[in-house]
């Protein structure tokens, strides 16, 4: 059985809901949350499988508590790991910045050796710009949610992704 380390920020509970949920869908797993305002960077290193929740603020800003961490996350040696990532939005109050800080917290898991699963297909959404898009623009490189414009399809989505990155992380 594997050990996988979720970690996340949420100021309103939103991310923190939505990573509930994902943890609640790896029967037969051990997952151990983490919210990352509670973090050192050696929290990191005891798991290989890790998933990260993170939301966009305002005009593609990162959440409150991942942003009191960013700094110490550049540090973090992501190297021999599995990194899925999930990504809240508002994706028509904020088309032009959709996931931004998921696209940027991949880049940074990218920069530090990790290698990142759980991509997801652009269909069914509605935006301008996103930082979070791969190099070819036909996915988001983690789970897009939107609790603002779409909740009727969290659940959905959530289930469909678990389900994509239990067979990616390959136990």
């Known amino acids: 059985m594997a050990t996988i380390g979720l970690f996340y920020g949420s100021s309103l509970g939103n991310t923190e809901t939505v990573a509930e949920k994902i943890r609640d869908l790896l029967e037969g797993h051990s997952v151990e949350m983490h919210d990352i305002a509670a973090v050192t960077k050696d929290s990191f290193a005891e798991y290989d499988y890790l998933i990260l929740g993170i939301p966009t603020w305002d005009y593609g800003q990162i959440q409150s508590d991942w942003g009191e961490f960013w700094q110490e996350l550049g540090t973090v040696d992501f190297s021999g790991k ?65 609790e603002d414009q779409q909740p009727e399809l969290t659940d959905e989505r959530v289930e469909a992704w678990v389900a994509q990155i239990e067979d990616e992380f390959d136990f």
């Open 82 to 146: 599995l990194v899925a990532l999930f990504g809240l939005g508002d994706q028509f109050g904020y088309a032009d910045y959709f996931l931004d800080a998921m696209g940027m917290l991949h880049d940074v898991v990218i920069e530090q050796g990790g290698a990142v699963v759980g991509y997801w297909p652009i269909k069914g959404y509605e935006f301008e710009e996103s930082k979070a898009l791969t190099e070819d623009g036909k996915e988001f490189v983690g789970l897009a949610i939107d």
